[in-house]
């Protein structure tokens, strides 16, 4: 295989060399899928609907030049719809499936927290009473010398009531700066309840409903808001609670985690709950003892997507990779097992698992493949279902064939970078605090900060994005916080060590991280946790010195290699939330002028924060910094101050 | 689980450092500009090379043991959402 062609699909050597053992095995996949398989050029920029049996209507842009009054007129659906309402119709249907995944997987969170509550659950307990209790404050719920389970219950059943509530708002909106909730409440994206505000989008997007496109996408930011500061935040606040609050944890990243001697599982997905079990199942002695009986040395657990990224901040557990890397990790032939959850799963790990030995496990009644062993995750017996996934993982071992090959690939990362710990490293037990964070943005040895997150996409070059990306900014002062398939791209890539600071980051912000002892990057967690970043952001504008709201903050946000309606829905809840959100790859309402319009300019003025869409990684980054010089500019931080060190002298002047 | 790593003693006590000479073994020194006094050695990273191993290893949460500390901590740390005692964009201490 020529180098080239290996190089295209990725700059991560370990995934080169599986792709060019899964064409050697002629595997087929995503990589050799999208070279067969161009994307619709009408679908892809928001111009084709099937919302109905009369369609589906396809009205493209005019090719290679301006579209006339005339042939606008004419760009309709069969039943009217314009390419506006076609436009923002698909976009804000992706919002909605994106707010369904993230909130369902809360829900899921909860409904297992409200068992353990009630002692329903063995094996679960509550980890982390001081966020239990913080909730408790927050909602308040009565601590006195209630027990933990009480407590509990009471915040698991409010949490279960925030997704079919009808009228109010959403609790945890009370968290955001004052002025942003005000905002929300002036354009009228408050959130009622998370599951309404997910199926008005279903209605209004309906044929014959909301034919006005910035209504439909202000449904597209109150649906988001409930994502962000609903769904996505109680999937987080729960799960620290039941599981521990992340802190600082060393580990390992990329395929080479994987061993030739030990039974190899790879948990992959998004939800912790039963993965939670499977870490605890694959350290006892007795699945361990039933290893060695297969003749492994031991039991090797590894991750892939989100539940990876949960299951490396609480318990250190290694990373075999990103979404992209899901098929290639059943390439290398050492894999015994791939235990799989919801979200971002392909279809055809099983077809792919044939070739070698593995067994594919789905456990969610919510997501079954054909082909694959599924064995159902019941939180009432969590420990006997994690035990029957490591055991079908020990029975295949002795499977394993000799067309076996680990690259030796792996890199260190530090990860459990949560807000509370972020708040604890910046100002000790005594006085927690987001101060230094603050000043030295203000004294400019921190430029800025910028989140980078989301997916990978087998239209992009496998990692590439994100690390030019992160390199651009970190070499400019910013620091880069980081959650999902982007988090672990820059692991892999050496940036989530406190080495990284001296050898890639500019020398304002490897100052500062030398001095916390912190890398220029840090890991947040799961997509869910982008949540955490919205709490972080808070707790930076409440410090204060960097304006009243989080569109004051010298901050950026953006997802260089999207591709799932999940990152449309992360975008548009930083959006609404008051960040510059630059996303690559592609741009999916390019069909509609007016729509893209709406969302890169108009957007700012209600929410100040707004969308954009840069393909090139740098330029992107040139955005994001343009974007946070701007806004250093407004807050008078723009010009370094001169820092002047004061004697007895000149100290009596001043105070004379 | 991998045990809790004994805590580290530091590898040397400041005063002490202070008064050996760059000579000394096991104690690093570095140059660097000082505003006004030009080069000056001071005392380099004192702590032992070395990755942190075990799960507990970064844990600081487990150092709050009583419900007590915990509110107490909440109040303090988490004081822009858990307490009224603090001065920030949304309280000033000078009005705007
Ligand atoms: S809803 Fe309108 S635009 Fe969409 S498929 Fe039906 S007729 Fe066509």
Same mark, same amino acid.
């Given at each position: 295989m020529a180098e080239d062609e290996k190089k295209n699909k990725s700059i991560d050597k370990a995934t080169q060399e599986l792709y060019e053992k899964a064409c050697a095995d002629e595997i087929s996949t995503s990589y050799s899928r999208a070279d067969s398989l161009k994307p619709c050029p009408i679908g892809s920029v928001g111009s084709c609907c099937k919302n109905c049996g009369m369609g589906p209507c396809r009205i493209p842009l005019p090719k290679g030049k301006e579209e006339t009054p005339e042939e606008k007129k004419k760009r309709r659906g069969i039943?009217?719809?314009?390419?506006?309402?076609?436009a923002a119709r698909n976009f804000i249907r992706m919002i909605a499936g994106g707010a369904a995944a993230h909130s369902d997987h809360g829900r899921g969170v909860a409904e297992l927290f409200v068992a353990v509550a009630k002692g329903e659950a063995p094996g679960y307990k509550i980890r982390d009473e001081q966020k239990l209790l913080a909730l408790a404050l927050e909602w308040g719920i009565d601590i006195g010398d209630r027990s933990n389970e009480e407590i509990a219950l009471e915040i698991?059943?409010?949490?279960?009531?925030?997704?079919?509530?009808?009228? +109010?708002? !959403?609790?945890?909106?009370?968290r955001a700066p004052l002025k942003r909730q005000e905002i929300w409440r002036e354009q009228g994206v408050m959130p009622r309840g998370i599951d309404r505000e997910i199926v008005e989008i279903m209605h209004r997007t309906h044929i014959g409903v909301d034919q006005e496109y910035q209504n439909l996408l202000t449904?597209?930011?109150?649906?988001?808001?409930?994502d962000g500061w609903g769904g996505s935040m109680i999937a987080t606040e729960l799960q620290d609670i039941l599981f521990g609050t992340p802190s600082p944890v060393l580990s390992e990243v990329n395929l080479g985690i994987l061993k030739e001697d030990e039974v190899n599982i790879i948990i992959h997905g998004h939800e912790p709950l039963l993965s939670e079990m499977i870490v605890a199942a694959s350290r006892d002695p007795e699945m361990i003892d039933l290893a060695k009986s297969k003749g492994a040395k031991g039991i090797n657990l590894g991750g892939i997507c989100c539940t990876a990224n949960e299951i490396l901040m609480r318990h250190g557990v290694p990373l075999a990779g990103t979404f992209l890397q899901q098929e290639l990790a059943l390439v290398t032939g050492a894999v015994d097992a791939m235990v799989v959850d919801v979200q971002c799963i392909m279809e055809s790990l099983p077809d792919i698992a044939q070739c070698y030995h593995t067994q594919v496990i789905t456990t969610s009644p919510?997501?079954?493949?054909?082909?694959?062993?599924?064995?159902?995750?019941?939180?009432?017996?969590?420990?006997?279902?994690?035990?029957?996934?490591?055991?079908?993982?020990?029975?295949?071992?002795?499977?394993?064939?000799?067309? $076996?090959?680990?690259?030796?690939?792996?890199?260190?990362?530090?990860?459990?970078?949560?807000?509370?710990?972020?708040?604890?490293?910046?100002?000790?037990?005594?006085?927690?605090?987001?101060?230094?964070?603050?000043?030295?943005?203000?004294?400019?040895?921190?430029?800025?900060?910028?989140?980078?997150?989301?997916?990978?996409?087998?239209?992009?070059?496998?990692?590439?994005?994100? !690390?030019?990306?992160?390199?651009?900014l970190i070499k400019n002062d910013v620091l880069v916080i980081q959650t999902g398939c982007s988090a672990m791209a820059s692991a892999m890539a050496g940036l989530m060590v406190p080495e990284a600071a001296s050898k890639y980051a500019g020398k304002g912000l490897a100052e500062v991280c030398e001095t916390v002892g912190i890398p220029p990057v840090l890991h947040m967690g799961s997509c869910v946790d982008n949540s955490r970043i919205l709490i972080a952001a808070t707790a930076m504008v409440k410090d204060g010195g960097l304006g009243d709201d989080i569109s004051d903050l010298p901050a950026a946000g953006a997802a260089p290699e999207w591709m799932s309606e999940k990152a449309i829905?992360?975008?548009?809840?930083?959006?609404?939330?008051?960040?510059?959100?630059?996303? +690559?790859?592609?741009?999916?309402?390019?069909?509609?002028?007016?729509?893209?319009?709406?969302?890169?300019?108009?957007?700012?003025?209600?929410?100040?924060?707004?969308?954009d869409f840069e393909p090139d990684p740098i330029q992107a980054a040139h955005k994001m910094i343009a974007h946070i010089d701007e806004k250093r500019k407004a807050l008078g &931080?723009?010009?370094?101050?001169?820092?002047?060190?004061?004697d007895m002298?000149?100290?009596?002047e001043l105070e004379g | 689980m991998a045990k809790k790593a004994a805590p580290k003693k530091p590898a040397t006590q400041k005063k002490t450092?202070?008064?050996?000479?760059?000579?000394?073994? +096991?104690?690093?020194? $570095?140059?660097?500009?000082?505003?006004?006094?030009?080069? $000056?050695? &001071?005392?380099?990273?004192?702590?032992?090379? +070395?990755?942190?191993?075990?799960?507990?290893?970064?844990?600081?949460?487990?150092?709050?043991?009583?419900?007590?500390?915990?509110?107490?901590?909440?109040?303090?740390?988490?004081?822009?959402?858990?307490?009224?005692d603090w001065f920030g964009s949304e309280k000033r201490k000078t009005p705007a």
């Open positions: 039943c009217g719809a314009t390419a506006e309402t076609i698991g059943e409010m949490s279960l009531a925030e997704f079919g509530k009808q009228e +109010g708002e !959403i609790l945890f909106a009370k449904q597209g930011v109150r649906a988001s808001i409930a919510k997501a079954k493949i054909k082909g694959a062993m599924h064995i159902e995750f019941n939180e009432h017996d969590a420990v006997n279902g994690a035990k029957a996934v490591v055991k079908a993982a020990i029975e295949a071992f002795p499977n394993r064939g000799k067309n $076996v090959r680990i690259p030796q690939d792996t890199h260190n990362l530090i990860a459990g970078f949560s807000h509370e710990t972020i708040n604890y490293l910046l100002g000790g037990l005594f006085r927690a605090s987001y101060r230094p964070l603050n000043e030295n943005i203000i004294n400019g040895r921190i430029r800025g900060v910028a989140g980078v997150v989301g997916c990978n996409n087998a239209r992009w070059e496998h990692n590439q994005a994100h !690390i030019a990306m992160v390199k651009e829905s992360i975008g548009q809840y930083f959006v609404a939330s008051g960040v510059y959100t630059v996303f +690559g790859v592609t741009w999916p309402t390019q069909g509609s002028k007016e729509v893209t319009e709406y969302l890169f300019k108009d957007m700012e003025e209600k929410y100040g924060g707004m969308w &931080i723009d010009k370094a101050r001169e820092r002047v060190l004061y002298e000149m100290r009596r | 450092a202070m008064a050996k000479s760059a000579t000394e073994p +096991g104690i690093k020194y $570095v140059k660097k500009d000082a505003p006004g006094r030009g080069e $000056v050695e &001071i005392l380099a990273e004192t702590y032992d090379n +070395g990755l942190p191993s075990g799960e507990d290893a970064g844990r600081w949460r487990q150092k709050l043991e009583s419900r007590e500390d915990k509110l107490k901590y909440l109040q303090n740390g988490e004081r822009y959402w858990y307490s009224d």
